[in-house]
């Protein structure tokens, strides 16, 4: 059970590349999300998805594009990378994002440490 | 909006001693969940404890234990007989449960915590 995987684990791009973040989960979990963690801000919210097909903008969507063809997996896409985007990004995933199962605990991944120059 | 507050950006303890994280946090809302999370220096987030609101006991898990108080909005984390494995960054993470909130965390800004030999 590999849990959530997030590759690659390092990336330096220049600005004006793309490239695509990718996460995946073997735990069949509906809710899947990124954060961007930089230094002094704790984890910040970008983008989420609560099923196959759904997603949604979390608190600093802006510059990063997602899509969810399948339950498994969920990639972050930077389309024009800028120097702002430089940080760390984690994926998590849980088993529902509604609380019939109370306080669903989200399992991150090991994260991608980015770097745009 | 919620907010989060960690007022302790470094803490250290000697191992084998006690210490406690501090976590405020600001919500009108009178259910929802609260976690510490901690962040080893391999960056991955590790579920370390969480408390429902509801509930009036407050959660333990091993040497781990929080005192939550709901009317002060505190959330302290008190980590017991210290190990050297117990040096992370921590984090306090709070989950709404209602309307379109509950599908994110919001994050404090972390607490570094150092475990003296």
């Known amino acids: 059970n590999a849990g959530v995987t997030q590759t690659p684990k390092f990336q330096v791009l220049k600005t004006g590349q793309s490239m695509t973040l990718q996460c995946a989960q073997d735990m069949n979990h509906e809710y899947m999300s990124w954060y961007r963690q930089d230094p002094g801000m704790g984890l910040r919210l970008i983008h989420y998805?609560?099923?196959?097909?759904?997603?949604d903008q979390g608190e600093v969507p802006n510059g990063y594009n997602v899509s969810r063809s399948t339950t498994e997996d969920f990639p972050l896409r930077l389309l024009s990378a800028a120097p702002s985007q430089t940080s760390v990004y984690f994926c998590?995933?849980?088993?529902?994002?509604?609380?019939?199962?109370?306080?669903?605990?989200?399992?991150f991944g090991p994260g991608t440490r980015l770097t745009v120059l | 909006a919620q907010t989060v507050t960690q007022s302790q950006p470094e803490m250290s303890v000697q191992e084998a001693e006690t210490v406690t994280l501090s976590c405020t946090y600001d919500?009108?809302?009178?259910?929802?969940?609260l976690f510490w999370y901690k962040q080893p220096p391999s960056r991955q987030m590790i579920l370390v404890i969480r408390q429902e609101a509801y509930k009036q006991q407050n959660a333990t898990e091993n040497r781990f234990s929080v005192n939550f108080q709901k009317a002060a909005k505190s959330f302290s984390l008190k980590i017991s007989d210290s190990q050297l494995g117990d040096a992370a960054m921590y984090f306090c993470?709070?989950?709404?449960?209602?309307?379109?909130?509950?599908?994110?965390?919001?994050f404090g800004k972390g607490t570094l915590l150092t475990v003296n030999p």
């Open positions: 919500t009108s809302e009178s259910d929802y969940y």
């Open positions: 998805s609560v099923g196959a097909g759904i997603t």
């Open positions: 998590a995933s849980s088993y529902s994002p509604v609380e019939e199962a109370r306080a669903d605990t989200q399992y």
């Open positions: 993470a709070y989950r709404s449960l209602s309307g379109g909130s509950n599908y994110k965390l919001t």
